[in-house]
Every structure is written in structure tokens, then in C-alpha cells.
């Protein structure tokens, strides 16, 4: 029988033609599975602009959507994408000129426009945030604010157990509470009408939420984003990163601070994208409105957006459903990254598992209290040690530090990353000093656990050295004087296995403040003489 040729990766590109922006994916799925975006770009075109008061949209504002659109379909098309899904939020759902605004991107654009439902949006928004962000067992509170509509989602990683899409919006409130002639500045009593709007507005949706169990709210969106941004820099003198948790009371005094700011000062204010100053008070009314009216605390940020949701949706009709029933988001993403870099995956596959076996065997010993969270911490930067080898052997070990740390690996917070990035640079060669570069930005706790992982994942690396798999099992022991044992478990030849354990040695000794000898047994589990390559 002939073999067939390989199947080439498909590039796709997803359009969101939202309210107040039109935002473009361009990613490429490989055979496999595994996907990387190409390419993001978002213009603000502000679609609903002035069409809240009468529902149609202008001719101005169709015009710049349609521009756009046209541009981002061109570049799609001229970076061979064979496919382009585009949806329609808000703006147009609402329009009575819907029609007329769908052909025209028909005829300028050739983009075949899908005009989806508030509770579609929100299933969408659903999917793009469950996979990109660590529900563990948690049920969630979504809430995405966008130009015209705001979404509030109840689910968890296994399913969406509750859509809702009320009428409101950043550009939709600002719309109706602001004129362009205005300098920004609300007074008390103006915001104190708006939230009554806001309120009244939304009272159905959140009376819908209220019977709802949820561990954690995640809040998604430029408007939140932003505010978290002004948030972080205020309070933490920093740019917020996604995963960072935002207190609703520190949220209530931004608000303050913005609302005796004129639109021009708020331009200038660190971390309010200029575009957001005259719609920012408007979005934030409704977000404090959530928050306050189901006595939240405070949220999480995220980055995923409707057209991450837009892709994963793609993907769980095709012939990649499966990947999405077997993998957790965390572990899909670091298989995605591997395969993206061609590692050796039955090489990285048995590291993990080895260097798994000796973290578990140091802890049953006492050698470390190291919790749960580095264990899979671990796991995964076992998976990517050797991604760097793609770019070149040579110093492979800092090639995968930058490309882990630069990796779009959803599921993970920054400081996750920057941990399993510093376990893959310490797998070979230095010593994880704390004045290392990689260990800088962590604490000591971190910094303690990626020297414990890193000693782990050297000596497991040195097991399957051949790349053989002649070590089936590797566990640490103590015996009653309190010497310490590595005890290997083979029925092969492992002399060049055993020669590589020797000099990981002294490497244990600074971590663990012990030394090991070498103890040999075969498969079941009966003593084997050690013979040295001479």
C-alpha cells in the first residue's frame, strides 16, 4: 500500500466584529492537534456608535468596520488561511439595518458574517475562558463587559452551567449618560444615576445568578482588562499580568479617582488605553453594579476573549474533538508546545514519569515539604526541558528557558511559568544560584522549589540517558541510620545510565544537605552487584 503524504497544517482566521472593536486571530492547527496563532490585530472602530438610540447603525461607523474587515481579510487570505469564520456581536444583533451592514461585507469584504445571539456570545466567551484559565475543580463567575452587551456565565472546566447576556455596555451606557461635548468629569449624583440604570437594567440577570454555587469570578474584556491595568499601577506599580486578582475595593476607589478625572487626564493616566477614556466610566458602573449587587470580593483577570472561545469551538467540531475530552487546559497547552518544537516525546514522557517517582519518594523521606502545586509544576517543565534542542543542542537548556517564558501557555500564571522555565534552564549545567538571572524575580519559597526540581529532573534525565527506557522505576530511600539510597529498577544494560548519576551527586548534597548511593534491582525487585564501565 502507497503511503500518503503527510496532511499539511490549515490556517484559519477568526474575526469578531465586536462593538467598540474588530479584533483578528490568524492560527495555524497542525495535523495533531496542536495550534499557535500567528497573528492578532485589533482596531477600534466603535460599530455602535450612536446607534443605541434608535438601533441603527451609521453610516460612518460601517463604513470604518467594513475598511477593516476588508484588511484583516486580505491579510488572513494573503497568509493562505483556507478559512475565515467572522461573527457579528451586539451592535449589529440589535441593528435594524442589519442586513444592509451583513451584504456589504459580503460584497466589499467576501467574509459570509454570522450574526450570533447573547447567549451564543456568552457560550463562546464561556469556552475561550475555560480553556485558557485554571478552573481546577471551581465553579466560575464570567463576567465579560463589552462595547453594547455584558455577559455573566456561570461554569466550570466540564461545562457551562448558566448564560446570561444583559443590555448593557461601556459604549451602550456612555451613549446614553455622556454627550462628546462633555469633559469627562461625574459629578456624584450623574453616577449615582447610572448605577440606578445599571441597576435596574440588570436586576433580572443577577436575580438568575444568585441560586448559583461559585468559588471564583474571572472577569474578561478590554474594559476590565483596563481597569485592572490602572488598578495594578496605582496600587502595585505595575502592569497587572493575566491571573492577577483584583479586589472590588480597590476597584471602588479607582472608580473614584477616574470619575474627578477629564477625559484628557485619564489619557494620560498609566494603563487606561487613550481610547477607553471617554467609555471607561460607563464600563465600570456596570462591572461595580455586578460585583456589589452578588457581594463579590473580588475577581480574577483574564485575557481570553470571544474569538479564543471562537477557536476552541472550531476545533471541538473537527476531527480534534478529542483532544478537548482527554487533556486538562494546563496540560493541553504544554502538549501543544512540545509538539510545536518536535520534542522527543517518549524521551520526555519517561523523565516525567521518573522524575515524578523521585519527587514523590524524597518527599515520603522527608527530604523536602514541597506541595502539590510544584509536584505538576514538574511534571510539565519535564515535558518542555528539551524544547530548546529544536533551535540547537548547544545550550538547548537556555534555548527552552526563553522559549517557555515567551510561550503563550494558557492555564499558568506568570509566576507558574517563570518557575517551570527556571527548572527547564537548571536541568543541565549550573548550579541554581539565587543570584542567577532566572531565579531573580522569584520568592524563596519558588526559588527553593526549583532547586529541589531541578536536582529531580537531572537525575531522571541521567536514567534514560540511552534514551533506552532501561530504567523502568527510580525511587529514594532511608534506612534506619538515616543513609540515603536511589534505588534503580532494570533488567537492561545500564552502565551508561549509572556512569551520568555520579556527578549529579554533589548537585543533591547542596540541595538536600545529604549524599546518595546507587542501589540496583531488576524488575522484581531483587538486588543486582553494580559493575562500573572500566
Same mark, same amino acid.
Given at each position: 500500500m502507497e503511503n500518503l503524504p503527510p496532511r499539511a497544517p490549515k490556517k484559519v482566521g477568526f474575526i469578531d466584529i465586536g462593538t467598540n472593536s474588530i479584533r483578528l486571530a490568524l492560527v495555524q492547527i497542525d495535523p495533531n492537534g496542536a495550534y499557535r496563532t500567528l497573528s492578532e490585530q485589533k482596531e477600534?472602530?466603535?460599530?455602535?456608535?450612536?446607534?443605541?438610540?434608535?438601533?441603527?447603525?451609521?453610516?460612518?461607523?460601517?463604513?470604518?468596520?467594513?475598511?477593516?474587515?476588508?484588511?484583516?481579510?486580505?491579510?488572513?487570505?494573503?497568509n493562505q488561511?483556507?478559512?475565515?469564520?467572522?461573527? &457579528?456581536?451586539?451592535?449589529?444583533?440589535? &441593528?435594524?439595518? *442589519?442586513?444592509?451592514?451583513?451584504?456589504?461585507?459580503?460584497?466589499?469584504?467576501?467574509?459570509?458574517?454570522?450574526?450570533?445571539?447573547?447567549?451564543?456570545?456568552?457560550r463562546l466567551?464561556?469556552?475561550?475562558?475555560?480553556?485558557?484559565?485554571?478552573?481546577?475543580?471551581?465553579?466560575?463567575l464570567m463576567i465579560d463587559i463589552g462595547g453594547g452587551s455584558t455577559e455573566l456565565i456561570v461554569g466550570n472546566?466540564?461545562?457551562? !452551567?448558566? +448564560?446570561?447576556?444583559?443590555? !448593557? #455596555?461601556?459604549?451602550?451606557?456612555?451613549?446614553?449618560?455622556?454627550?462628546?461635548?462633555?469633559? #469627562?468629569?461625574?459629578?456624584?449624583?450623574?453616577?449615582?444615576?447610572?448605577?440606578?440604570?445599571?441597576?435596574?437594567?440588570?436586576?433580572?440577570?443577577?436575580?438568575r445568578v444568585i441560586p448559583y454555587h461559585y468559588d471564583i469570578a474571572i472577569g474578561s474584556s478590554g474594559t476590565i482588562q483596563t481597569l485592572a491595568d490602572v488598578i495594578y499601577q496605582h496600587y502595585h506599580k505595575r502592569s497587572y499580568q493575566k491571573g492577577d486578582f483584583v479586589r472590588t475595593e480597590e476597584l471602588n476607589a479607582v472608580i473614584d479617582m /477616574?470619575?474627578?478625572?477629564?477625559?484628557?487626564?485619564?489619557?494620560? /493616566?498609566?494603563?487606561?488605553?487613550?481610547?477607553?477614556?471617554?467609555?471607561?466610566?460607563?464600563?465600570a458602573a456596570i462591572l461595580q453594579t455586578v460585583l456589589t449587587s452578588l457581594e463579590i470580593e473580588g475577581f480574577y483577570v483574564t485575557d481570553r476573549t470571544l474569538r479564543d472561545g471562537m477557536l476552541i469551538d472550531h476545533l471541538k467540531r473537527s476531527e480534534h474533538a478529542a483532544l478537548f475530552e482527554s487533556h486538562s487546559v494546563?496540560?493541553?497547552?504544554?502538549? *501543544? +508546545?512540545?509538539?510545536?518544537?518536535?520534542?522527543?516525546?517518549?524521551?520526555?514522557?519517561?523523565? *516525567?514519569?521518573?522524575? +515524578?517517582? /523521585?519527587?514523590?519518594?524524597?518527599?515520603?523521606?522527608? +527530604?523536602?515539604?514541597?506541595?502539590?502545586?510544584?509536584?505538576? /509544576?514538574?511534571a510539565f517543565a519535564s515535558t518542555l526541558h528539551d524544547i530548546g534542542i529544536f533551535l540547537s543542542y548547544s545550550d538547548h537548556h537556555k534555548h527552552s528557558y526563553y522559549l517557555i517564558r515567551n510561550a503563550d501557555l494558557v492555564g499558568f500564571n506568570q509566576n507558574e511559568i517563570k518557575i517551570m522555565a527556571a527548572i527547564a534552564f537548571f536541568h543541565r549545567k549550573k548550579?541554581?544560584?539565587?543570584?542567577?538571572?532566572?531565579?531573580?524575580?522569584?520568592?524563596?519559597?519558588?526559588? *527553593?522549589?526549583?532547586?529541589?526540581?531541578?536536582?529531580?529532573?537531572?537525575?531522571?534525565e541521567a536514567l534514560?540517558?540511552?534514551?533506552?527506557?532501561?530504567?523502568?522505576?527510580?525511587?529514594?530511600?532511608?534506612?534506619?541510620?538515616?543513609?540515603?539510597y536511589l534505588d534503580i529498577y532494570t533488567n537492561s544494560d545500564y552502565q551508561l545510565e549509572l556512569w551520568r548519576l555520579n556527578s549529579h551527586n554533589p548537585m543533591f548534597i547542596k540541595v538536600f544537605k545529604q549524599s546518595f548511593e546507587v542501589r540496583i534491582f531488576d524488575e522484581n525487585g531483587q538486588p543486582q552487584p553494580i559493575t562500573m564501565m572500566t
Open positions: 477600534t472602530v466603535r460599530l455602535g456608535e450612536g446607534e443605541f438610540k434608535n438601533h441603527m447603525l451609521q453610516k460612518d461607523s460601517m463604513k470604518r468596520a467594513i475598511m477593516v474587515c476588508k484588511q484583516f481579510a486580505e491579510m488572513a487570505r494573503n488561511a483556507k478559512e475565515i469564520v467572522a461573527v &457579528a456581536t451586539s451592535a449589529t444583533r440589535e &441593528a435594524k439595518n *442589519q442586513a444592509q451592514f451583513i451584504d456589504a461585507l459580503k460584497k466589499h469584504a467576501g467574509l459570509s458574517v454570522k450574526t450570533i445571539s447573547g447567549v451564543e456570545e456568552a466567551i464561556y469556552l475561550g475562558i475555560s480553556d485558557g484559565f485554571d478552573l481546577k475543580s471551581n465553579n466560575a472546566h466540564e461545562e457551562y !452551567l448558566h +448564560l446570561d447576556s444583559m443590555k !448593557l #455596555g461601556a459604549i451602550r451606557v456612555s451613549s446614553m449618560f455622556f454627550s462628546p461635548e462633555d469633559s #469627562g468629569r461625574v459629578s456624584d449624583e450623574k453616577y449615582q444615576l447610572i448605577q440606578r440604570y445599571v441597576e435596574n437594567t440588570a436586576i433580572r440577570s443577577i436575580q /477616574l470619575r474627578g478625572m477629564t477625559n484628557s487626564e485619564r489619557e494620560a /493616566l498609566p494603563g487606561l488605553v487613550s481610547k477607553r477614556a471617554d467609555i471607561i466610566i460607563g464600563g494546563r496540560q493541553r497547552s504544554v502538549n *501543544q +508546545l512540545a509538539k510545536k518544537f518536535r520534542v522527543d516525546e517518549v524521551h520526555s514522557t519517561h523523565v *516525567q514519569e521518573l522524575a +515524578l517517582q /523521585l519527587f514523590d519518594s524524597t518527599k515520603e523521606i522527608k +527530604l523536602h515539604k514541597l506541595k502539590e502545586n510544584y509536584r505538576e /509544576l514538574l548550579f541554581p544560584k539565587k543570584s542567577r538571572t532566572q531565579l531573580r524575580e522569584l520568592g524563596k519559597r519558588d526559588t *527553593q522549589a526549583v532547586k529541589v526540581c531541578a536536582t529531580l529532573i537531572r537525575i531522571a534514560d540517558r540511552s534514551h533506552q527506557h532501561v530504567v523502568s522505576k527510580a525511587k529514594f530511600t532511608r534506612d534506619e541510620l538515616g543513609n540515603i
